[in-house]
């Protein structure tokens, strides 16, 4: 079973652009979450969509958006990159209403640099 | 607000030795905790807990909650330069992780 697949695995951007990121769930898996963990601070929540919904948001600006398509597949996007978004972005997928039973699984992560 | 605090942000041992990470959470709508072992990108599951006093194992890893106090640990014995990585604890519902223990094994 191919685990969840993120890409690009790295990213530089420069300041003020905009990055997409990808995120491919574990098959079955309905639900996809984003996290970004900068250096120091743990992992921080972002975003979690659940059948092409997004059920809930974490304390970011608006410039953090993403979507879920029909394949269950998701899209990050921040626009307007300022030099702290640099961080590696998680993405972890989950069957709904099964998360809390056996917690997620994570994709090894895409790290972006602004320059 | 919610937040999960872990302790220590750092340590260093031999191996050998036994360790205990800590977390205590304040998270509404409390349903479980979640620990996570995070070698290089991808946290791996280690373990959930929802009911206190309860001890999960897995190996040399264990941990227990205490709903009352509101927190956890997770203890490692005998550990091995495997076990070196970044230990994440997190509050369900919305999923808030702690900053995580950064644990080193020495050879």
């Known amino acids: 079973e191919a685990g969840v697949t993120q890409s690009p695995t790295h990213l530089i951007k420069t300041r003020g652009q905009q990055a997409t990121l990808r995120c491919s769930p574990i098959?079955?898996?309905?639900?996809v979450y984003w996290y970004q963990q900068a250096l120091g601070l743990g992992l921080q929540f972002l975003l979690w969509y659940d059948e092409g919904e997004e059920r809930n948001r974490g304390n970011f600006p608006p410039r953090f958006s993403g979507r879920q398509f029909p394949n269950y597949s998701s899209e990050l996007n921040v626009n307007a990159l300022e030099l702290e978004d640099s961080a590696l972005y998680l993405c972890?997928?989950?069957?709904?209403?099964?998360?809390?039973?056996?917690?997620?699984?994570f994709g090894s992560g895409t790290r972006l640099t602004v320059v | 607000e919610d937040k999960v605090v872990q302790s220590p942000l750092s340590l260093v041992v031999h191996e050998g030795d036994t360790v205990t990470l800590n977390c205590s959470y304040e998270?509404?709508?409390?349903?479980?905790l979640l620990w996570y072992k995070q070698e290089k990108k991808a946290p791996t599951f280690l373990f959930m807990l929802?009911?206190?006093?309860i001890e999960k194992k897995s190996g040399r890893l264990s941990s227990i909650l205490d709903k009352k106090e509101l927190f956890s640990i997770l203890n490692i014995t005998a550990t091995q330069t495997g076990d070196s990585a970044i230990y994440l604890c997190a509050g369900d519902d919305k999923i808030i992780f702690g900053k995580g223990t950064r644990l080193h094994i020495l050879p």
């Open positions: 998270v509404t709508n409390f349903r479980s």
């Open positions: 972890a997928s989950s069957l709904i209403g099964w998360a809390r039973s056996y917690g997620y699984t």
């Open positions: 929802t009911s206190s006093g």
């Open positions: 098959s079955g898996h309905t639900s």
